[in-house]
């Protein structure tokens, strides 16, 4: 492998996200041993990635470092000692911390720890990582939601609010959403929330 990819990296705090990065070219390089190297297809965008470059995370985090929280792509090579994943395998990659966000680029370079395997390259997968996540870990975990329970969700259109409502539907709860606009209730209706609330 001797060419270069592209990939977005963070040169400067500010929450002013294109201020913050460039693009920047890199060698493409075998994976090491204990990694993979994927292709990326698509790279989720989320409100953290302006938390990132703003120093929220890791404000002594040293520059430039890379950005972006989850990716969806295919594996392109692996590591020797790299086992339960294959060539040609579909996979979602993710930052498992503030130290080690890398999505916004053409390649990565992930441990099997830090991936999924997936049946196919379908984007709405991506939706699955940090806003599914959020969603479920804070009305399973957190909210301890069960069948007939009454569910406030706000934003409930948002990244995370409509996981959270199909997910508090699939439970049997009462889901109550609130939302900022005519057209965002229409989903939220079609989502099968019981009371929709446009404030």
């Known amino acids: 492998m ?5 990939k977005l990296s963070v040169f400067k705090i500010t929450p002013n996200f294109r201020e913050a990065v460039k ?6 390089v075998a994976p090491g041993d204990d990694q993979v190297l994927i292709r990326n297809i698509y790279a989720g965008v989320n409100a953290a990635d302006v938390g990132t470059t703003a120093g929220l995370f890791n404000p002594n985090a040293e520059l430039p470092f890379d950005v972006g929280l989850e990716a969806l792509g295919v594996i ?3 590591g ?7 060539v040609g395998q579909y996979v979602i990659a993710f930052g498992a911390n503030h130290t080690k966000e890398f999505a916004y680029a053409e390649y990565l370079y992930v ?9 196919s390259l379908k984007p709405e997968f991506l939706g699955l990582l940090v806003s599914g996540l959020t969603a479920t ?16 969700i706000t934003a409930s259109a948002g990244g995370t609010g409509h996981i959270g409502v199909q997910w508090a539907k699939r439970k049997g709860a009462y889901v ?14 079609e989502l099968g929330t019981d009371r929709v609330i446009d404030y």
């Open 2 to 6: 001797s060419k270069t990819f592209k």
């Open 23 to 28: 693009v920047v070219s890199v060698p493409l």
């Open 76 to 78: 392109e090579a692996v």
């Open 80 to 86: 020797k000692n790299v086992t339960a994943h294959t």
């Open 111 to 119: 441990k099997p720890e830090d991936m999924i395997p997936v049946p």
């Open 137 to 152: 870990i804070g009305l399973d975990e957190l909210g301890r939601i069960q069948k007939g329970d009454k569910v406030l």
């Open 176 to 189: 109550i959403g609130l939302t900022s606009s005519p057209e965002k209730a229409k989903l939220l209706t």
